[in-house]
């Protein structure tokens, strides 16, 4: 257990690089393509790709079950309700602020895991998470700010994303991981696709020189491919053997990557307070991790699974 543990954590690791490699990319794209169209090509792409996958290698798996299915609603519902809230939350707030508040999921995740699942994280993990909380708000916040509306939907934006993690982590063990993923993916299609209509001029996205824009086109490829098919079918497939607690201490990681990755291709400098901030959260990450397998969450969270 303690080795599908450890290989479980650095899968999710890569899928959280996935994610804040490519923060730029859509950056850049969405300035061209709304967000909510952007993010409806984006999971309709990724929804097609793994149809195609179990219609060619899994067809046995190519099934309509409802608690697959509800599964699959559910998990969706709330990826696009963390989507939707910060997307609408940036309108009132500033980034580094929507940063440091939708981090936060770090810190609800254990807090919904002792209350839904009745999980107790282990003391490694509880200090990894104060230190990557820690870390977000070095890296995040140059300056104290009031609080406004936007930082209330960033806000709702991290519970969402909680009860994401939290809802994977009761669901995957239940389901095969590419029907799950897929059934997750088009939901999140559907419901982006839904606010693109009531929010954005979307008609104008689906034009030769929108759907052929070459950072449009790259951001797509990439993030479907990579960010989303492959990412929430890793998340689906080795979350079981982890526990929602440190699925969030290693998303926490997304700002660092996010980072990294717009220096190297943005060159967008790092303060001093920025760099103890990664540092904090890669701190976190690795107390909690070399802390080991918390039996109790393990146990709990198969009881809570059935």
Known sequence: MVRKSLIADLILLLV?????????????????????????????????????????FKRDQLH?????????????FWL???????TFGLQFTSVSKAGFITGLSVV????????????????????GVLAATIGLALLSLD?????????LLVFLCAVSYAMHIITMGKYAPRHKALPLAMYQIAAVAVLNF???????????????DVLFNPTVE???????????????????????????TRTALIFSTEPVFAAVTAYLWADERLSGQAVVGCLLILAGMLFAELGGSDKEETTAEATASR
């Open 16 to 56: 959280t690089f996935s994610w804040g490699a490519t923060f730029v990319l859509v950056k850049e794209a969405i300035a061209t393509m709304p967000p909510f169209t952007f993010l409806g090509v984006r999971f309709t792409i990724a929804a097609v790709l793994i149809c195609l996958i179990l219609l060619i």
């Open 194 to 208: 839904i606010g693109a209509f009531f929010f954005e001029p979307w008609q104008q996205s689906f034009t030769k």
């Open 80 to 86: 696009f309700a963390g989507y939707a809230f910060q």
């Open 108 to 127: 609800l995740v254990p807090l919904f895991s002792v209350w839904l699942l009745h999980l107790k994280p282990k003391r490694p993990t509880v200090i």
């Open 64 to 76: 309509t079950d409802k608690g697959l299915i509800k599964a699959g609603l559910v998990l969706g």
């Open 143 to 151: 300056k104290v700010e009031a609080a406004n509306l936007g930082d």
């Open 218 to 244: 790259m951001a797509l490829l990439i993030c479907a491919v990579f960010a989303t098919a492959l990412a929430f079918v890793a998340q689906s497939q080795f979350q079981k053997f982890t526990t929602p």
